[in-house]
T-cell receptor
Framework: DAGVIQSPRHEVTEMGQEVTLRCKPI?????LFWYRQTMMRGLELLIY????????DSGMPEDRFSAKMPNASFSTLKIQPSEPRDSAVYFC???????????FGPGTRLTVL | RKEVEQDPGPFNVPEGATVAFNCTYS??????FFWYRQDCRKEPKLLMS???SGNEDGRFTAQLNRASQYISLLIRDSKLSDSATYLC???????????FGAGTRLFVKA
């Protein structure tokens, strides 16, 4: 079974550029989560979707960040414009209805120069 | 105050040792509790759920104290392969939002 798929795995970009991170959740899972992990702040929940609808985006740092889930099998997290302090590992996770366990993707390691 | 707090460690223990991690949470209405494990440069993975009566999975024992809003994880007979970061996780009453602690790093040495 394919797990959560994220792309790209690594992204290096320059300050001011637009960055788009992609996620394909596990088929049949109806909750999707975007997290950011840094040494300083640990694992932070940015936004989560249920049945493709954003439920809570209070973790999104600022207007430069946006997330979409156009269908059950795809989500994007966009940063525009990117800044060096956005450098982190971004994880996507999914979970099925009523289940406890979240399954994480391998993450995207973002470096903004 | 953070919603979920853990001692960041690191804990450095010899093989065969017993080690315990603690975690506190601020929302008394929280319903579900878990421990996740994260290896270096990898994604977090579920280690075990935490039940009110306490539960055990091999060398791992998890306990919950709702009155004190406290969760613990005990690892007996530590192995080198136990070296990782252990994340305390709390799920809110609505069932959607999951909050991760910052994690406790464990190093098991030969």
């Amino acid at each position: 079974d394919a797990g959560v798929i994220q792309s790209p795995r690594h992204e290096v970009t320059e300050m001011g550029q637009e960055v788009t991170l992609r996620c394909k959740p596990i088929s049949g899972h109806n909750s999707l989560f975007w997290y950011r992990q840094t040494m300083m702040r640990g694992l932070e929940l940015l936004i989560y979707f249920n049945n493709n609808v954003p439920i809570d985006d209070s973790g999104m740092p600022e207007d430069r960040f946006s997330a979409k889930m156009p269908n059950a099998s795809f989500s994007t997290l966009k940063i525009q414009p990117s800044e060096p302090r956005d450098s982190a590992v971004y994880f996507c996770a999914s979970r099925s209805t009523g289940a406890s366990e979240q399954f994480f993707g391998p993450g995207t390691r973002l470096t903004v120069l | 105050r953070k919603e979920v707090e853990q001692d960041p460690g690191p804990f450095n223990v010899p093989e065969g040792a017993t080690v315990a991690f603690n975690c506190t949470y601020s929302n008394s209405a929280s319903q579900s509790f878990f421990w996740y494990r994260q290896d270096c440069r990898k994604e977090p993975k579920l280690l075990m759920s935490v039940y009110s009566s306490g539960n055990e999975d091999g060398r791992f024992t998890a306990q919950l104290n709702r009155a004190s809003q406290y969760i613990s994880l005990l690892i007996r007979d530590s192995k080198l392969s136990d070296s990782a970061t252990y994340l305390c996780v709390v799920k809110d009453t609505g069932g959607f939002k999951t909050i991760f602690g910052a994690g406790t790093r464990l190093f098991v040495k030969a």
